[in-house]
């Protein structure tokens, strides 16, 4: 709590039937009650407000509350209907501590009850999912062709044909998941695993496929750490920070992959000798759909990458984050916590997430857009 009056409005809010949460004046959430926290998982209930509003309504939230009005105002996101937020703002003696933020379903504006939203994130998948594997098809029964013909000219505009349709994949597994995580329908499957043989195997693959254009080096402790923990999920995470290492680093250069093993927790590093992230905009680099390339100055994705990472960091019950400097490189961290229970059955992981001859496994999703395409 940021400040000891916030315990008078906990008593009043907490047991009731209408969501509500607290917001820093940044509107980031630090409190919501029961109701509020059925909505949303642990691991994005912060965003929640962020990712309801978007940039423009955000400033315009702000303005109102710096003025100290109370509002409502309609919003939609993503796989998300229509909701009305009812802001109050929240005032100390000299400036703003926050506000209180009550949502305000369908019972209460008299809106339609909301949609299935696992129908609603399977369908959006599978109408882009089923389309491009048709692509995919035909590109692997041209490419085949063109393996015979030997024309170089039309092998360019199939690997450009190739590439826009891994990127299209990438942002729609990308918006698929984060709206499963948004609505907490994401299935989180752990298992007992050995991390070392994992990232060793996971980095082997990874760096087969990146050889054209970086050096990926794989540093780990020789003894066997076992931890429970996703493994689809971890290495699209895993992948996400060697891909945006390799995408604003040197060609050529030196990509990192460290675990160190600490008494309660491991740590993975992932380091490059990139251009860096500027000050200003490090502390954004986990919000949703934020996105920028230091060169162009414009978006270079769905923003959603490190919003996951995120995500499956505090799902493993770890953290992430990111220390930069600009022009001196980045190093992108994640804490997962060491199981403590060491008995029970160990898995034997069969590299389903990360198989370098599954061309639409994790590791060719990820890295499509920097290395190319697997045909």
């Not at 303005?63 to 009305?84: D, K, N, Q």
């Not at 594997?133 to 360019?156: N, V």
């Not at 604003?248 to 309660?264: A, C, K, M, Q, Y």
């Amino acid at each position: 709590m940021p400040d000891e009056n916030w315990e008078i409005y906990v008593s009043l809010y907490e047991r009731s039937v209408v969501p509500t949460v607290f917001a820093y004046p940044d509107l980031t959430v630090f409190w919501s009650n029961s109701a509020a926290a059925a909505l949303y998982a642990p691991e994005v209930r912060y965003d929640a407000l962020r990712f309801l509003l978007g940039d423009s309504q955000i400033k315009t939230v702000l303005r109102r509350l710096s003025l100290g009005e109370s509002f409502e105002i309609e919003c939609t996101a993503l796989f998300y209907p229509s909701v009305f937020l009812a802001f109050t703002p929240v005032c100390g003696e000299d400036r703003s501590q926050g506000a209180i933020v009550q949502f305000l379903n369908g019972s209460v504006t008299g809106k339609t009850n909301p949609p299935d939203m696992t129908q609603v994130i399977s369908t959006f998948s599978g109408q882009f999912r089923a389309p491009l594997s048709k692509i995919f098809s035909s590109l692997f029964s041209l490419s085949r062709r063109l393996d015979s013909q030997g024309d170089p000219e039309t092998g360019e505009s199939l690997a450009c044909i190739s590439a826009n349709s891994y990127r299209l994949l990438r942002s729609t597994v990308n918006i698929t998941e984060f709206g499963k995580y948004i609505h907490n329908i994401n299935p989180f499957r752990p298992a007992r695993q050995d991390i070392c043989r994992f990232l060793s195997d996971l980095c082997e693959n990874a760096a087969i496929i990146l050889r054209p254009i970086n050096t990926l080096e794989c540093h780990l402790p020789p003894e066997r750490i076992l931890l429970s923990f996703d493994s689809g999920k971890l290495s699209y995470a895993v992948l996400n920070l060697i891909s945006n290492a390799c995408r604003f680093s040197p060609h050529r250069s030196t990509v990192s992959v460290i675990l160190e093993r600490h008494p309660d927790h491991v740590l993975i590093a992932v380091s490059d000798s990139g251009c860096g992230i500027e000050k200003e905009r490090l502390p954004r680099v986990f919000e949703p759909y934020y996105s920028y390339d230091p060169s162009t100055g414009a978006p270079c994705g769905d923003g959603l990458g490190l919003t996951l990472v995120r995500y499956i960091a505090a799902e493993h019950g770890g953290t992430s984050a990111i220390h930069s400097e600009d022009g001196t490189g980045t190093v992108a961290l994640i804490t997962l916590p060491i199981a403590e229970d060491s008995s029970g059955e160990i898995l034997a992981e069969d590299g389903s997430a990360t198989a370098i001859g599954n061309r639409f496994s994790n590791l060719y999703i990820v890295l499509s857009d920097i290395c190319g395409y697997p045909f």
